[in-house]
């Protein structure tokens, strides 16, 4: 398909979705705050949490709903673009992948943290199978963090994408965790290969 006609089918499909039109009149900077709301009020994800690392951040939906819904807790949110400002929370632009950018982000806390989120993607290249392998390293690399870093009730959600390292994901989680769980939101596109994973209690 012409890239000009890919780019009216989905203005098209924009125009239609109803989670895009939920998230302008509610005020959220992307349709992705649903799938996290979904998460949440199945998997209780922030109940009495204080520490929060968002990875991926921008627009920053997910970072909007977490200090709007629960305001004790303390956000630090990551992304490789540059993202317009969110009161209360605390940005940083930079590679996640990048050790200087992972040690920026303990420092900020100086202790084990309660959740870590992860909603990272590359740009998708339109190979399903590429995409998917790509997205688990970042879901792999996100879950080895938060294994670091978690306290030992902690929580771990990562996007993840059915593929090749989808099994390999799992397991691995598995030996981490004592509560693994895969959830496909509502909210989530039904033709993309997208999935999360939620994650509780380190073994
Ligand atoms: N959860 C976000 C929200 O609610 O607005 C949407 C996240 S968007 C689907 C995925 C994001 O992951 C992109 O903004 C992209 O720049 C970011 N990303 C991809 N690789 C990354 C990396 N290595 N480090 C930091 N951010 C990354």
Known sequence: MKKN??????????????????????????????KLIEIDEKFKIFNNTKSIIDLGAAPGSWS?????????????????????????????VGDFTKTENQEKIKSFFNKKVDVVISDMAV????????????TGELCTDAMEFAYQNLDSKGKFVSKIFMGSSFNEIVADAKKKFKEV??????????????????????R
């Open 123 to 134: 740009n998708t290249t339109g190979n399903k199978n590429l995409d998917s392998i790509v």
């Open 5 to 34: 006609k890919i780019s009216k089918n989905w203005i098209q499909r924009q125009k239609r979705d109803i989670y895009v039109r939920q998230s302008k009149i509610e005020g959220y900077r992307s349709r992705a705050v649903y």
């Open 64 to 92: 909007q709903y977490i200090v709007k819904k629960y305001k004790k807790s303390e956000l630090l949110a990551i992304d490789l673009l540059n993202f317009e400002k969110i009161d209360k929370v605390n940005q940083l």
């Open 181 to 202: 769980n895969i959830f496909k939101p509502l909210s989530s596109r039904k033709d993309s290969k997208e999935s999360f994973i939620i994650c509780k209690l380190l």
